[in-house]
């Protein structure tokens, strides 16, 4: 005979105890280690950067952007990159420089739509004193337009005005307030 029927009742119940609980805890750690469906697929980028500062280039060569930021990845799933802690310098000829800083930046291809989000401000490079602040901005640098529909401040030395939502041309140097249209602007001192 085998020496598992030469046991003892006892001994035998232990083993096949031991046994079942061994395949429980196998089973469990294997459910437990793949990925609910709310979870996020794990994604891996095919080149990235550190500390950075990048140039764009128009169609005669002339600078257009300066980018800046602490880290950029791109995924080749989708052809999107990642930028943390955008800063961005939008050279525009014969017209103001735009200054653009956020806690990300996406994009896909070759960067014809952006999208900044957290702590996205605006400044012109030559009136630092009025910035546009919000949490989600889309840019398009094809027309060189900037919006959102999101809450906006704009701030500037002789007072603030809220908003919901803007689009601004920045060729023309435009910004149309969407809605909810409030501000508080202090007098000018008097003479």
Known sequence: MNAIFNLSWPIRLLLVAAVLLTLWLLIDNDTSSQPS?????????????????????????????????????????????????????HIAVDNDDWIMQADRADTTGKGEHIKLTGNVIITNKDQPEIQLLTELLHLDTINNTAYTDRPVLMRSPNGDTHSVGFHAALKEETINLHSRVRGQYDAPAAN
């Open 37 to 89: 469906g709310d979870m996020q697929v794990e994604r891996s980028s095919d080149y990235s950067m550190t500390d950075f500062t990048m140039t764009v280039m128009d169609l005669n060569g002339q600078p257009q952007r300066i980018i800046e930021g602490s880290e950029a990845s791109h995924y080749p799933e989708g052809d999107r990159t990642e930028i943390i802690k955008p800063n961005a310098l």
